[in-house]
């Protein structure tokens, strides 16, 4: 090897194995567009603009935290006697918004490693000087490093002006950026301590420049941080009424009622707090507040409404009750992570400085403590809602009406607590019609140690229910049927397969296993009459077979016990969804008079009539639709036409016996067909 390979090799040395004969392995550092970081900060970090006054008042917070923690133990600091207070002021004929602090302050070098080093925060290396207690006690807020950028998505100038409190610093500077990667920094002079931030809003977004609307803002993310906010209009003709002499009042509320310990907070403090939480004019049935201490702490503040808003049955997605809070500043208004959709009537807060987010703090990460707050979430609701059922009463009745039907959907939603929501479920029966008035713990109460099984009947309405022919065979065993006419039973029934060890047997099953009511059947003449009637219907049934539970109706539609009814299928046809073809076991009681009348009748074609006309008023009766209305309509009319035509030729006939049992029959049955 020359010289001149060897002094390359020297230069280069990650182009070839060195003196070894071993390949070079070269650490390097990632390289960063600066330019292009800030503008993906700027552009996609964030889904909505308003975050930034959230993020603002956050680290305004945080100094002010900071210069009260520091105070404790350093008596040197400057200021620290003042209040402390965050000033937000709205210029609209400079295009400026300003937030001004007069906590901590930044020194020079602190401008440039917290400022001017993208994703280093200084709330977080603070949080991790403190230890024990302190760091128990601290209510700061900043993690990442990055919500002070989101000041450029709305601005296109940031101009920052800080002091340190720091004892015998006197230096104060001036930080300028337009968010394209670059910043100017300077020395100037200014007497308070504390940091001062003008916003140059861009004039896509001045539209911000108004008082009221910054004020809400506030009160929106960072009503309850701890220290008072101010709103003042700089221009006098947005907000004439401020003058100098007017007290000044803060736009927020300091102190957090959840955070406040129980004992502490009156029935009224709880009910004004949860009318401005949810906006209800009625006063809640239920609350339950819990601190949850620990490595891992958290704070929750839940409500039962008395009252249901219009939407709740079907707008199943939207869940604006219960809101999420870190270390007091809003984090998401529809915590959907932590209320499962049958719960969505819960009201409330959650508030917990341990939570993961994303980095911009929009979007809960998953976490073995998330899950953990979900599962207290759904535990502390539960028991309110047993609380109140405890109390009964017409606060329970009137619970049972609002929210009852989304409650029955934690029965398929949340099979680990079915039991439990199970018990908490009511319903009308054959023996008490009253809506919502009995559980299943009453139900099998009342049926004793007898009992084998919780019957109950899926119908659109009650009055279809208790017509159904269905329950005859129970009416006159006197078993107690649930009527179950919410349209979530349909689903509700396919998940809760049993109660208390009890299984729950559909009333319309054509698996009935009850006593036989009192009525003496010929099994030859069922079976040739089930057969005849097959044999008319064709591929319009499944089977045709004498039924077991039929006292006075003709025929009926049995259920199969894991099949799709009748309910669920229209609620999936209303829903645009496709359904299997449906060839319904048909049951006809053979000891009716139309049964008797087609079994003596050699007529085919009217015998074929009777049929479908047996298995049309079964569909109609259990809430059915007939695909051909109009030809059911003509059959019942000929029928009728002929049951008349047979009644007034036995009128006519000369010699007419007077009528008997036989006659009495025949006439009926014409009628009834």
């Not at 000087?129 to 700061?140: F, P, R, W, Y």
């Not at 009224?268 to 004019?281: A, C, H, I, K």
């Not at 009201?347 to 953990?372: C, H, Y």
């Not at 009728?640 to 049992?661: D, I, K, N, T, V």
Request: with cysteine; proline share 4%; glycine share 6%.
């Amino acid at each position: 090897m020359n010289q001149t390979q060897t002094e390359n090799q020297n230069e280069n040395p990650a182009d070839g194995p060195n003196a070894n004969g071993e390949p070079v392995i070269e650490t390097r550092a990632f390289d960063a567009e600066v330019h292009q970081l800030l503008k993906l900060m700027i552009n996609a970090l964030y889904s909505n603009r308003e975050i930034f006054l959230r993020e603002l008042v956050s680290n305004a917070s945080d100094a002010l935290d900071k210069l009260r923690f520091q105070a404790l133990t350093d008596s040197g600091l400057q200021s620290a006697e003042q209040n402390p207070a965050i000033e937000i002021s709205v210029d609209a004929e400079k295009h400026m918004l300003v937030i001004e602090d007069n906590g901590i302050g930044m020194t020079r070098d602190e401008v440039v490693d917290h400022i001017g080093t993208i994703a280093r925060s200084g709330t977080a290396r603070f949080l991790e000087s403190l230890s024990g207690d302190q760091k128990t006690d601290a209510k700061m807020i900043g993690q990442f490093g990055v919500g002070f950028y989101s000041a450029f998505i709305v601005s296109d100038k940031v101009v920052v002006e800080t002091r340190s409190a720091s004892a015998g610093s006197d230096e104060a500077v001036r930080w300028v950026s337009d968010g394209k990667g670059e910043y100017t920094l300077e020395t100037i002079e200014r007497e308070p301590v504390g940091t001062r931030i003008e916003l140059h809003l861009a004039e896509d977004h001045r539209d911000l420049l108004d008082a009221e609307r910054v004020k809400g803002i506030v009160q929106h993310y960072s009503n309850h941080v701890s220290f008072p906010i101010y709103v003042q209009s700089i221009d006098p003709a947005d907000d004439e009424s401020e003058t100098e002499s007017t007290p000044r009042k803060s736009v927020n509320d300091t102190q957090a009622l959840w955070t406040r310990p129980k004992t502490e907070i009156s029935d009224d403090e709880y009910t004004e707090f949860y009318g401005g939480l949810s906006g209800d004019l009625q006063a809640p049935a239920k609350w339950t507040h819990h601190h949850v201490e620990g490595n891992q702490s958290y704070s929750m503040l839940l409500f039962l409404p008395s009252q249901a808003p219009y939407d709740l049955a079907w707008n199943r997605d939207d869940r604006h009750g219960l809101k999420l809070y870190i270390q007091r500043v809003f984090i998401m208004d529809a915590a959907e992570q932590l209320l499962p959709r049958y719960l969505r009537f819960v009201r409330g807060v959650v508030d917990s400085a341990d939570l993961p987010l994303n980095v911009s703090r929009e979007i809960l990460q998953d976490s073995p403590l998330l899950t953990k707050i979900r599962a207290a979430v759904v535990r502390r609701s539960l028991d309110m809602i047993e609380k109140l059922a405890e109390q009964g009463g017409e606060p329970w009745q009137q619970f049972q009406r609002e929210f009852g039907n989304v409650l029955k959907e934690g029965i398929i939603e949340d099979p680990d607590n079915r039991e439990r929501i199970a018990g908490l479920l009511h319903f009308a029966s054959t023996t008490s019609t009253q809506p919502y008035s009995v559980s299943l713990a009453d139900y099998l109460e009342r049926a004793g140690d007898e009992a084998d099984a919780v019957w109950y009947l899926t119908a659109e309405n009650q009055s279809q229910a208790l017509a159904s022919p269905h329950l005859e065979a129970f009416f006159s065993r006197q078993v107690e049927v649930l009527l179950l006419t919410d349209p979530v039973d349909a689903w509700l029934v396919n998940h809760l397969f049993e109660y208390q060890g009890k299984p729950l047997k559909s009333a319309a099953s054509g698996q009935l296993d009850i006593d036989e009511p009192d009525q003496v059947v010929d099994s030859k003449q069922g079976e040739r009459l089930a057969g005849r009637i097959k044999k008319a219907l064709g591929d319009r049934v499944g089977n045709v077979l004498p039924s077991r539970r039929l006292t006075e109706s003709a025929s009926c539609i049995a259920e199969e016990a894991s099949g799709m009814n009748l309910q669920m299928r229209r609620i999936l046809k209303q829903a645009g969804q496709d359904v299997p073809e449906y060839k319904p076991d048909l049951e006809i009681n053979v000891s009716h008079d139309l049964l008797q009348r087609l079994d003596r009748s050699d007529d085919d074609v009217y015998s074929a009539e009777l049929a479908q006309v047996l298995l049309d008023q079964a569909l109609l009766i259990d809430g059915g639709e007939l695909a051909d209305p109009t030809g059911f309509v003509k059959r019942v009319n000929r029928l009728l036409a002929s049951g008349a035509e047979a009644s007034g030729a036995e009128s006519a006939s000369p010699g007419r016996r007077e009528s008997g049992p036989a006659d009495e029959t025949s006439s009926s049955s014409a009628d009834q067909a």
